[in-house]
């Protein structure tokens, strides 16, 4: 049974950096697409970043340039460094997990349970 954990939220002033991380358990094959999305209070869920299989990242508008995903050597967890925080990015961050690299959330099979990142300015 595939399992996601997430770790590494916090608060944090505007202007800091955090370093989320998703550990992923229980891969069939360990060369999995993953994603990060979050979700601020009254929002709806938002695709932040995502990492698939051959290196191909994407960035939303909102993060791009400000935060970067990386793998670990063993493929199977995903980290997402933010950096130039701001008060817009407070929200509960998903780690999301897939053998396609998927646009949606509801896409993916394998889903955390969230991290809260809250930013004051």
């Known amino acids: 049974q595939v399992q996601l954990v997430e770790s590494g939220g916090g608060s944090v002033q505007a202007g800091g950096s955090l370093r989320l991380s998703c550990a992923g358990f229980?891969?069939?094959?360990?060369?999995?697409?993953m994603a990060w999305f979050r979700q601020a209070p009254g929002k709806e869920r938002e695709g932040v970043a995502r990492?698939?299989?051959?290196?191909?990242?994407r960035y939303s508008d909102s993060v791009a340039g400000r935060f970067t995903l990386s793998k670990d050597d063993a493929k199977t967890s995903l980290y997402l460094q933010m950096d130039s925080l701001k008060p817009e990015d407070t929200a509960i961050y998903y780690c999301?997990?897939?053998?396609?690299?998927?646009?949606?959330?509801?896409?993916?099979?394998?889903r955390g349970q969230g991290t809260q990142v809250t930013v004051s300015s």
């Open positions: 229980g891969y069939t094959y360990t060369n999995i697409d």
């Open positions: 999301a997990a897939g053998y396609g690299c998927y646009d949606a959330w509801a896409d993916f099979p394998y």
């Open positions: 990492l698939c299989v051959g290196g191909r990242t």
